[in-house]
């Protein structure tokens, strides 16, 4: 009986326990799930508060690399002030803090920047491209190291996407091949032209590009080639001058055929004067003269004092000329600016006689006859 009593407690206090900690259980559920819901809306909170923290963060980080490349780009001018004043907005809005508007702003910033750095690196590859496809030829190694510095510089400043300032080393580079392309080609005339004024005269062939006779410090012709003054040039010459006087224009042939022995002492008689050097500057040695083929005109005007000198280029006649000539199939034969290209300095009254058909494409240009027949 006493063993049955003791059983029964035992049972009766284990149920207890049992129902003390179910109870102790709801109980704390019932007070920690409220505080446990609460630190996970506190810790959402937070999380986007952290989340809109790093958003403004990065649109203050977006805009200082903006402001710090932006002098690494280049646009016109209407377009940089445009930039300019943006940016100058957006500065003084942020004294009020990142506010949407600013955010706004620095998007519509950021855009036009990466659209305008993006232009700019297109367009800098096709000058590039443009740029190295010229002929560089008779170089210098001096000359060649020259244009590899360039070259170099801007290969740094394009990867570091400087744009601006490649494009300033761009514009160095390409002028300085323009200008050293010309003194290289001045210095071929000059090695080219003493090659063959020292070769036999009587080898020598006429040469013709699409049926146009070249006569230059490269082409010469043999002391055989007795032409006499072109008809067909001087009957044009007529013309031009009958049309000339009608608008008060008056001019005179001066100087037309000259034989290679008449070229040969008039030479002379120049280097004899002024020096060799000087003299092959205005005056080609027999038989790279184009007087030698009877198709140059020498012209001037009325003034006799201003034939073949430097100030008749000033006069109404050589204006009217270089404005007229090409209607009868007369160039300009040495223009302005081309000594490097012809080898000879600037002639405002030679005369070239070449027919309307090709004279035609010299309107309105100061090409020479080499840059229109390719050499």
Known sequence: MTKSKSKRKKQMLKRRIIALII?????????????????INLLQIEAKASERFNNKMSFIEDYKKIKENFSNLYASDDKLQEISESIDVIDEKLSNGVSE???????????????LSAANQIELENIFNDVNSDNINNFTEEEMNKVNEYTNEYNQLFSKEKYKQAKETLNLLSNYISETKKVASERKIKETYEQKSNEDSSLREPKYINGILIVNKEFGLPDSFLPGESAEARQAFENMKADAAKEGIY?????????????????????????????????????????????????????????????????????????????????????????????????????????????????????????????
């Open 251 to 375: 001019l005179n042939a001066f100087s037309t055929y000259r034989s290679y022995w008449s070229q040969n002492i008039l030479y002379w008689n120049y280097v004899s004067n002024y020096g060799q050097d000087p003299t092959d500057t205005f005056s080609a040695k027999a038989g790279f003269s184009e007087h030698q083929t009877g198709l140059a005109f020498d012209i001037g005007g009325l003034d006799r004092y201003l034939w073949a000198e430097e100030d008749f280029k000033y006069t109404d006649e050589a204006k009217w000329l270089k404005s007229n000539s090409y209607k009868y199939g007369f160039i300009l034969r040495y223009p302005e600016g081309k000594e490097w290209k012809t080898g000879y300095m600037h002639e405002s009254w030679h005369f070239r006689y070449i027919g309307v058909d090709h004279s035609i494409n010299f309107k309105d240009s100061d090409l020479t006859l080499e840059e229109y027949l390719g050499l």
């Open 101 to 115: 508007e600013v955010e706004s702003l620095i998007s519509t910033l950021k855009s036009v920047i990466s659209d």
């Open 23 to 39: 109870f102790g259980i709801v109980i704390g559920g019932v007070v920690y799930t409220p505080i446990k819901l609460k630190h």
